[in-house]
Nanobody, 118 residues
Framework: QVQVKESGGGLVQSGGSLKLSCAAS????????MGWFRQVPGKQRELVAS???????SYADFAEDRFPISRNNAKNTMDLQMNDLKPEDTAVYYC????????????WGQGIQVTVSS
């Protein structure tokens, strides 16, 4: 069974950059989409960006121009380069693997804190 682990979070000043990485271990489901989500207390978890196994990326409006997503299928890794960070980007960021076709698979990481100071 696949597991995922996030790394790269931390504290950064407004305008700075961080790179989040997600590493999958175990048997990676075929045709699985990898994505980043984020959540702040009291709010629903929201999509930041996702990328298919074929490399097609999708972004939330707030991430479109600042957070490019990339993926290495050979290594089963995914990165999110976060640039021009703002205090409102402060959240716990989660990696998710999802295969929508049967058999469906959804796996979440434990999350990693990103804090942007003003």
């Amino acid at each position: 069974q696949v597991q995922v682990k996030e790394s790269g979070g931390g504290l950064v000043q407004s305008g700075g950059s961080l790179k989040l990485s997600c590493a999958a271990s175990g048997t990676m489901p075929g045709a699985a989409t990898m994505g980043w989500f984020r959540q702040v207390p009291g709010k629903q978890r929201e999509l930041v960006a996702s990328i298919t196994s074929g490399g097609t990326a999708s972004y939330a409006d707030f991430a479109e121009d600042r957070f490019p997503i990339s993926r290495n299928n050979a290594k089963n890794t995914m990165d999110l380069q976060m640039n021009d960070l703002k205090p409102e980007d402060t959240a716990v960021y989660y990696c998710r693997i999802r295969r929508s076709m049967t058999p469906t698979v959804t796996v979440w990481g434990q999350g990693i804190q990103v804090t942007v100071s003003s």
